[in-house]
Nanobody, 117 residues
Framework: VQLQASGGGLVQAGGSLRLSCAASGIIYLSDVMGWYRQGSGKQRELVATITGDGTTNYADSVKGQFTISRDNAKNTVYLQMNTLKSEDTAVYYC????????????WGEGTQVTVSS
């Protein structure tokens, strides 16, 4: 499995960005896809995850601000980020967590999101 993230960039505070992560290879509905981020000098943290049937989970810090979605036909997961703040500045990583047929984690290369105040 390979994950290719895109959509990052520079945006002013209050603006929006949409990240995409396209997965190649065999993707199962049981795979959980998600977004994580790592700010400068900080640990990588969960942003949001989504299961194959569309069940979502968000970090408290982004609830109501970010929306994760998934297109199983395209093996792609999206992260719509609205009302961006300077504290959202980070490298955003896409992750695929597999539980079957074996437990595996796959990470994509990050995409930089910079929010200017």
């Amino acid at each position: 499995v390979q994950l290719q993230a895109s959509g990052g960039g520079l945006v002013q505070a209050g603006g929006s960005l949409r990240l995409s992560c396209a997965a190649s290879g065999i993707i199962y509905l049981s795979d959980v896809m998600g977004w994580y981020r790592q700010g400068s000098g900080k640990q990588r943290e969960l942003v949001a995850t989504i299961t194959g049937d569309g069940t979502t989970n968000y970090a408290d810090s982004v609830k109501g601000q970010f929306t994760i979605s998934r297109d199983n036909a395209k093996n792609t997961v999206y992260l719509q980020m609205n009302t961006l703040k300077s504290e959202d500045t980070a490298v955003y990583y896409c992750k695929l967590h597999r539980i079957w047929p074996s437990v595996m984690d796959y990470w994509g290369e990050g995409t930089q999101v910079t929010v200017s105040s």
